[in-house]
């Protein structure tokens, strides 16, 4: 697991490297990035994968006594993360709590985006489920999903300029 430094602390996060499309997975709250090990495992032949493992819970190491953790300044910290892996053209993937944190961070920074994916929580579940499904079934779901995403976003262009307006202005 790497190691970046942050305003607030240091945040340890997954990185697959590669040259692929940039999916960024987000979490919950009490979880860490290993919630991601099986979609990370699926998509890092194709995508570069991340996951950093916030101050959601389930994080190692303590942030700054005086770090604000609401969760619009942990939107703005993984907003941080992505400026400083200087990344763009990201997809972003977020579940339960991290769901939140990624609409936060369109509304902060819509233009680092191209795509978003939000997967039912129960996705990524291991519970028995009533249908028999495995989690197995759940993760080539999600799977699709950012396939499906990355297929449509590469046969039309961006959203419109309007469309990020609407969402930065909805954000304050």
Same mark, same amino acid.
């Given at each position: 697991m790497r190691e970046i430094e942050q305003a607030t602390g240091s945040i340890e996060y997954e990185d697959t490297g590669g040259n692929g499309p940039v999916v960024v $997975?987000?979490?919950g709250f009490l979880m860490d990035a290993s919630l991601w090990d099986g979609e990370i495992s699926d998509h890092s032949v194709d995508h570069r994968c991340l996951a950093p493992t916030l101050p959601l819970g389930a994080h190692r190491h303590p942030m700054?006594? *005086?770090a604000d953790l609401s969760l619009r300044e942990i939107a703005r910290l993984a907003a941080e993360f992505l400026d400083r892996l200087d990344l763009g053209n990201v997809t972003l993937v977020g579940n339960d709590t991290g769901g939140a944190l990624l609409q936060l961070l369109i509304c902060q920074d819509a233009a680092r985006m191209i795509a978003s994916? $939000?997967?039912p929580a129960k996705r990524l579940t291991t519970t028995p489920r009533p249908d028999g499904k495995s989690a197995g079934?759940?993760? *080539?779901?999600?799977s699709g999903d950012v396939r499906s995403v990355h297929a449509a976003n590469a046969a039309e262009a961006a959203p419109p300029?309007?469309?990020?307006?609407?969402m930065a202005d909805h954000a304050r």
């Open positions: $997975l987000l979490y700054r006594a *005086e994916c $939000l997967p079934a759940h993760r *080539e779901a999600l300029p309007a469309d990020r307006v609407w």
